[in-house]
């Protein structure tokens, strides 16, 4: 099993771990709060206890609700596909277009996106939209995100692409496999859906829920919001107003038309904003104690129910993206991006135990000339049959790749050149005599293959490439048969 594998089960662990921590630990500190708080006045539990906690789980929820879209956006960051396909020179658009509109759509984002470091180029689901400049202001972020000490930001921005849509942006940086930085990539959700939560959250607890700037003007607020945009504005609030963008947190008191207004605000540094939760004093004890112990519950279900949803979300995306990378779709075989793991283990095994190490390189013969007689999809099908046919041919031991379109690779651990040349000839002998059927039609093809062993000073690249040549030889001469690399392996 490659590195990267463990790593990634490694990192779930220790999510997944922290993820109980951090929520076992709220719920038992909201517990021993909950527990001395219901002994003291109702003004001194709106104030000092009942408001910072509602602001505390609201909070929690921001940032659990934020969780999937920095999710994927991180597993953009980390996805081979994007990588190789700008290390290989950033050529066929289509391939990033159609990649950034299939996380749209399946993860429901508002929008995705990759920008290019080197080419300064802004990729879109609807295509390459511009080149990002220094000079524009609306490309301002991006350069703000190279200098960036964190891998990731959250930001709320205009969507250009959207009509300028205010939009919640994950902007996270992508590096190659040497950890050279080559761009930025991430989704955006809609502010809209933060404001429905908005709403939720004041149904479910009963509490004024907004969002100031630090120039005190509100930035998200609910539909039943009434007070003023500016909350320097609002009554009995505007001579204390300073007191909010002065801390990361405040708790204060004021007085509106006669009633005493309770206010907690904490500074969300993801949104650069004041999160706002107001209560107005109510006479009511019981109804409050009733209030917090149902809210203690919830927060101990959701404890649960998270944990458990998070860890079965990271376990499907964690299966899906461990295919992806390593399988090819369509003959069901390993492709390329796992062929340097595999590599690099068999090459380990042989130097380490004096073993031979052989590759095979296979080309379908004038495979095009199926695909003009017969369609794509039969060429598909004698794709899927070859594949097949190779499987049950070569030992378990044995590793194959689809190498690109008709080409495939197979890895011979313990295997001199002799037996690779024996056992491709073996391949060569069966594809000539095997018959595909498409849509009752026999299609027959030969084989041409090349043949090279691992010498004690190869890489991986110098394997390959005697073993292409062999393949290239082999056609020279004929097609339909099997070339080893002239070398001085045995």
Partial sequence: MPKSDFSMRDQKCRFIALLSALLISSFLFISLVSYFSAHKSIAAQVEKTTLPLTSDNIYSEIQRDLLKPIFISSMMATDTFVRDWVING?????????????????????????????????????????????SNKNDAWYFRVNDLAADYEVNVDADMAYKAKLTIFINHKIFDYSGGYIGVIGVGLPVDSVQTLIESYK?????????????????????????????????????????ISSSQNSAISYKNNGKTIYLNSRF???????????????????????????????????????IFLVSIIISGYQKRLEAMATTDKLTGTANRQIFNALFKQASTHSKRNKLPLSVIMLDIDYFKKINDEHGHPAGDQVLKE?????????????????????????????????????????????????????????????????????????????????????????KENGRNRVESAVSSET
């Fill in 90 to 134: 950033e050529n066929k658009h289509e391939e990033i277009i159609h990649y950034l509109k299939e996380i749209k759509e399946s993860h429901g984002a508002l929008t995705s996106f990759f920008i290019s470091e080197k080419t300064k180029t802004y990729y879109h689901p609807n295509g390459v939209l511009r080149k990002v400049k220094k």
């Fill in 268 to 306: 969300i540094p993801e949104f650069n904003w004041y999160l706002i939760v107001a209560q107005q004093k109510s006479e009511d004890e019981t109804r409050i104690q009733n209030i917090l112990i149902t809210n203690l519950l919830v927060s101990l279900a959701a404890s649960i129910i998270i």
């Fill in 203 to 243: 149904e479910r607890y009963g509490r004024e829920v907004f969002f100031i700037d630090k120039e005190g003007l509100v930035k998200l607020h609910g539909a039943s919001y009434n007070e003023p945009k500016d909350i320097r504005k609002i009554e009995g609030l505007s001579a204390i107003a300073s007191q």
């Fill in 386 to 474: 070859f594949s097949e046919t190779i499987k049950r041919i070569i030992r378990e031991s044995d590793s194959i790749f689809r190498w690109g379109g008709e080409e495939f690779l197979i890895l011979l651990p313990d295997s001199n050149i002799k037996a690779a040349h024996k056992l491709a000839d073996k391949i060569r002998l069966t594809v000539e005599n095997m018959t595909a059927t498409f849509s009752g039609k026999p299609i027959t093809t030969t084989i041409s293959a090349g043949v090279a062993g691992i010498t004690d000073t190869d890489t991986a690249d110098d394997l390959i490439l005697r073993a292409d040549k062999a393949l290239y030889t082999a």
